[in-house]
Each structure stands twice: as C-alpha cells, then as structure tokens.
C-alpha cells in the first residue's frame, strides 16, 4: 500500500470564496520549498475547477482531490 | 477530418436581446462538430434565475429557459461566475440546474485554451 502523502503546510479556505482560494493558495505554493505538498481546504464550489486549473497551468501537480459532501480537499505537490 | 477546435462564449450582459445570439452560436457549434462552452459572468448571471429565463422570449424564438435547456441536453457546458454571484449579493440564489459554479481563474484558463472567444 502507497505511503500517505504527508503535506507541508495545510491551507483553510472554508467559508472563502473565489478568487481568495486561488489567492491564497498561490502564496502558499510560493512559501513551500519544490517537493512539498500543501493541503488546501475549501467549500466555495467554484475552487474545484479553479484550483485543478491552477496546478495544471502553474506547472504543479494535483495528487489527490476529494469531495465529501461540498467539502473539498487538495494535495497539490511543488514541482518548480 | 479536420482536427476539432472550441469556441467559448462569454455573455457578461441581462439585456434580453443579447441573450439569444451565444445560445444560439453555441448549438450551431456542436451541430458542426465544434466544441462549445459558455460561460456567464457579471450581469449575465440575472437571466439565469429560472423566473427571469422563462420570461424572455423575443420574436420567433423559443425563451431563453427552453434554450438554455437545450444547449444542457446536447452537451454543452455552461459555467457561472462565482465572484458575480458574489457581486449580485446572491448567496443562495436558485440557478437553472445543469449548470456549473466555477471561479475566475478558470474563465482566463477557457480562454487561453479555446481557439476563438466571443463575448456578448
């Protein structure tokens, strides 16, 4: 069994709404060293497009979302 | 056959008259084997209350409730401007159903990635 991704930072995002959690995440994602891996939380429904887009476009990589129930989770890994 | 190209239509305006024409554009797109995808933003976002879409219908037309109905069924995304919800203060406005809440980076990530934009 694969061992969890243990991330770097954890970003809560709940009760924010677009466009603070790309805002915020992209500070985040700056803060981290590459290889790092930030946990981002949220609840805005908008986030789950808009932070998949901005891994892909940044160059990072998305390695796990999940929804339960309206709650979002991101592991989003620094690749540069 | 030709390699499949997307146009994105961007309505930014409530004025009935200019609601018909991305609508329209849209499912004459697919009929061509064009990808299309719409997206509402700012003030667009009044005719998509299912009170308001059922009212506007001009000329010859269907209204633009049965439009944006049949642009769903064939496939045809339509996306909504979180941050214009937000701007309208409609926290808990009820939306035609089908369509889909998405936030302002991923309007500039559509628009990079369509091969023609049209805004109305």
Request: proline share 14%; aromatic share 0%; charged share 45%.
């Given at each position: 069994m694969p061992e969890a991704v243990k991330p770097k930072k954890q970003l809560d995002c709940v009760g924010l709404y677009c466009p603070e959690p790309l805002f915020q995440t992209r500070e985040q994602i700056d803060s981290i060293e590459v290889g790092d891996v930030l946990e981002v939380l949220a609840?805005?429904?908008?986030a789950e497009e808009d932070l998949k887009r901005f891994a892909k476009r940044t160059g990072n990589e998305l390695l796990e979302f999940e929804n339960k129930d309206g709650s979002l989770r991101f592991l989003i890994k620094k690749m540069k | 056959m030709a390699e499949k190209k997307t146009i994105l239509y961007v309505q930014t305006s409530d004025d009935p008259e200019r609601q018909y024409s991305p609508l329209v554009l849209a499912q004459t797109a697919k009929a061509m084997d064009i990808d299309a995808q719409v997206y509402f933003l700012g003030q667009g976002l009044?005719?998509?209350q299912p009170e308001a879409a059922g009212k506007i219908k001009l000329g010859a037309f269907p209204s633009i409730l049965e439009m944006i109905n049949k642009t769903v069924e064939m496939g045809i995304p339509i996306y909504v401007c979180e941050a214009s919800k937000q701007m309208l203060g409609w926290e808990k406005a009820e939306l035609l159903p089908g369509l889909k809440i998405v936030g302002a980076g991923t309007l500039n990530d559509l628009v990079l990635e369509a091969d023609g934009t049209m805004w109305f």
């Open positions: 609840d805005d429904p908008a | 009044r005719t998509l």
